[in-house]
Structures are given as C-alpha cells and as structure tokens.
C-alpha cells in the first residue's frame, strides 16, 4: 500500500474524530478580566459585487458610491447621503485594494476581504482574518472572543464562503444567520448551572481523548495526510482553550437584554428589518461588553445562489443583487439606490452607537466599524469601495475622503486599525505601513 494511503480504518479514524463533531455549542465561548479602561472595539461589515460608479460626466454621476472632492472638502453623493449627519464620524477612501487578490475571479474575493490572501488551486487554502487576529490578542477579556454573523449562515466553500472570519488555521469561522438564535446565543438561559458544569467536563474528557489518540493515528498517516490532520488537532486545541475559558464563565450572568425590544422573526424576505435586526445585535453585543469583535457578511459573491441575491426585489427594485451589479455600466441609477439601501442601514447601525454614552463620549468613539466591499465593480479587484466610521476616542481622524493610488495596499488600513486598538502587530498580509492621514 503506498505511503500516503495507510491502512487507516474509518471507524479507527472517528473513535479519534466523533467527540468533536458534537461541540457546536462551544463556539466562541471565552474568558477574560475586566478592561481597566473602557473597551475598544471593531466591527466589520462587507457586501458582495461593487458598487455604481458612473463617470462624473454621466448623467447618473449622482448614483457614483464615491464622494466629490476630496480631503475634509468632499461631498456624499446620493448613494451615501444617508451619512450625512455622521460626515464628522466617518472616512471614505478610494483607490485601495488587497494586490495579491487582484488576478482572481471577481467572485473569488469575499474570503480574502479581511486576509488579503491570494487564494490558489488546488487547496484554495487561505489565512487568519482581521478579526481573528485581534481576537488572540482581546477575546479572552469577553464571554465571546468575537462574533460572526452574515445572511447565509454557515461556511460556504472556498472562494464562495459564507463568512468573512477565517481561523488561525485558514479554516472559516462559522457564521450564525438567524436572529432569534443569536439573541439565545448572546443572552439567553444556559440551562442549569451543573448540567453546564457537567457537558464541560465530559468535553474537555473527550477532547483528552480525542488528542491522545490521535497521536496514533498521526503515526499511521502518509506525509501529505499528516499536514491536513495536523489542522485537524488545531481546531481540537482551539476548543480545548475555549472549554477551558468558557467554564469560568459559568459565574457570570449573562447581561439581561429584552427579547421584545428586538424583531427576531426577522428574516432575509424582509431585508430592511433582517439587516436592521443583524446590526441590533451587533450594537446589543458591543453596548454589554459581551465581546468586543464583530463580522457581518451581508451577502456573499455565489450570485444566484446567494439568500442576499433576491435583496433588492424585496425593497422594490427590479433583477437581483447579482443583476444589478452586472448592469451597473448601463444602468448605474438601479444599483445605486441599491447601494443608497444599505447605506441607510448601515447609517442606522452608527447612529445606534454614536446615540449610547460611554464615559466623556459615545459608544461609536470606541469602536471601529469598517464597511466596504472586495470589487469595485463585479469583476474588477481593485479600487474597493471602503468607509471607516468611529474611533474618534482612539485617536482616528474622521471626516474627510481620501483617494489613494493603486501602490496602497488596503491591509495598511488594518494596520492603521490594529494600531488604534493598541494591538502589537506592526505587519498584516502585504501591507506597507499604517495610513498617516487615519490618525488624529
């Protein structure tokens, strides 16, 4: 029998491989001391196939996502008037994109929004995202280390996943869909006390045994086999840790949020409430400190096999998400209110946030929120349509539209993030440097 095929039963495999499979309630559960100081936190929302972008001498220039002028003298055009009242909140920037990415199919870029990772045949294989990094560094200090959400659900396949969060292992991070579980998920009951205190202890038994035998099963596996079962013990790890940091948590209540304040039957059939509801949850996590990263993947790049792709039929505009993108050149007025339609969610999130206190500011001061897209048209790589909002109690400057060159790299804006959150990671993906004109 060759090397890399031994004669590794399944059912010798699955003694070593079955405890795991059952753990999914362990997800994001973790651990940490309070802050000193008050939290700092980010929140990344992305949107699939670009935006309208009709030239300035079009008659629909009006429809163009990007802002006129430039510097603190720009002017939102009517695809992100929404923003107004938040212009001294907000910075739009053009001209960025990840290089490595830029060669890929235009629907290929969803997973690489926040890794900037050239993703390759035959593997696809791609590394950890944005928000997972931070989550070494800061999810221990929250009962979740960080939240995923978008409205697909789940993981998708590579280069059409449904999630922007990747692991440390390149693996994607499961995204949750549906509100009502999530609210459950964030506040509601965990059953009794010592019924959890029980399921902890029979996992972290079972992941004991899972890892000592393991390492027979490794023994009996080929080179190649050897390097996807190593990912498989990483992901064990990762839950050991969780196990272990989620069961001191078991004497904190979880903060008490009304149900009822919340619209949880909310579904993607009705966009605007969906959205609407996804960013109350995201706003509801931040505001109870219940973890202090966030992911919210409004629709992935499939297409037609996209939940979000019926998106704007539901508000009342013809042909799908998909449709419209690609009939951007011609009829660039369609897909623009499209993009005015998530704008205005998204200028509802902010205002949530900026209208909270928090010590001498607000909620939005202390938190990051990263907005945008991997296309600036359905199949072009480059020139991503990007909004930073928030952070002016980190030290972000705000209110301005900055154009870049294709020479910057778009990982130098999570530089510039990961800085203002007092992160120790000078270098992400291919990025050059932080952003000078980000910083106050």
Not at 113 to 127: D, F, R
Not at 146 to 172: C, K, N, Q, W
Not at 220 to 236: A, I, M, P, Q, T
Not at 256 to 266: G, P, R
């Amino acid at each position: 029998m060759a090397k890399n095929t031994p004669d590794v039963s399944r059912r010798t495999f699955l003694r070593g491989t079955g405890a795991v499979l059952g753990l999914p309630f362990l997800e994001s559960l973790s651990f940490g001391a309070t802050a000193a100081e008050l939290p700092r936190r980010m929140a990344f929302v992305y949107f699939p196939f670009g935006v309208a972008l009709p030239k300035e001498k079009d008659k629909n220039a009006a429809w163009n996502w990007f802002p006129s002028g430039e510097g603190k003298d720009f002017k939102f055009r009517r695809t992100l008037e929404s923003l107004e009242p938040l212009r001294d909140d907000v910075t739009v920037m053009s001209g960025l994109s990840h290089p490595r990415c830029r060669r890929l199919g235009g629907h290929d870029t969803g997973d690489t929004w926040l890794t900037g990772v050239e993703l390759k045949a035959p593997s696809y294989g791609n590394e950890m995202s944005l928000d997972q990094l931070a989550a070494q560094y800061i999810g221990a200090q929250t009962r979740f280390p960080s939240m995923t959400l978008s409205s697909d659900g789940g993981v998708g396949e590579p280069t059409r996943s449904t999630t922007i969060s990747f692991a440390r292992t390149g693996r994607p991070v499961p995204a949750l869909s549906s509100p009502k579980q999530i609210f459950n998920r964030l506040f509601g009951e965990s059953g009794g006390e010592a019924s959890v205190r029980r399921k902890l202890r029979n996992t972290r038994s079972l992941l004991d045994l899972v890892l000592n035998h393991s390492r027979t099963v490794r023994g009996r596996l080929g080179s190649r086999d050897r390097g996807k079962f190593d990912e498989y013990l990483d992901s064990v790890r990762d839950v050991e840790k969780r196990v272990e940091l989620s069961q001191k948590w078991l004497d904190v209540p979880k903060p008490k949020v009304e149900a009822k304040t919340l619209d949880l039957s909310a579904t993607p059939d009705g966009p605007k409430e969906y959205i609407r509801t996804m960013y109350d949850l995201m706003y509801l996590a931040f505001r109870t400190d219940t973890t202090r990263l966030a992911t919210y993947m409004i629709g992935q790049v499939a297409g037609a096999t996209t939940i979000a792709n019926s998106f704007p039929t539901a508000v009342g505009l013809k042909g799908n998400w998909h449709g419209l993108a690609h009939g951007g050149g011609k009829n660039p007025e369609a897909l623009g209110k499209f993009d005015q339609f998530l704008a205005a969610q998204l200028a509802y999130f902010l205002e949530r946030l900026k209208d909270t206190p928090e010590g001498d500011g607000s909620l939005l001061d202390r938190t990051l929120v990263l907005y945008g897209s991997s296309n600036s048209k359905t199949h072009n790589n480059q020139n991503y349509p990007t909004l930073l909002a928030g952070g002016r109690g980190l030290g972000v400057r705000r209110g301005q539209f900055l154009k870049y060159s294709s020479k910057t790299p778009f990982s130098n804006v999570f530089v510039t993030m990961l800085e203002r959150m007092r992160l120790p990671v000078e270098h992400f993906a291919d990025s050059s440097g932080g952003l000078d004109e980000l910083i106050a």
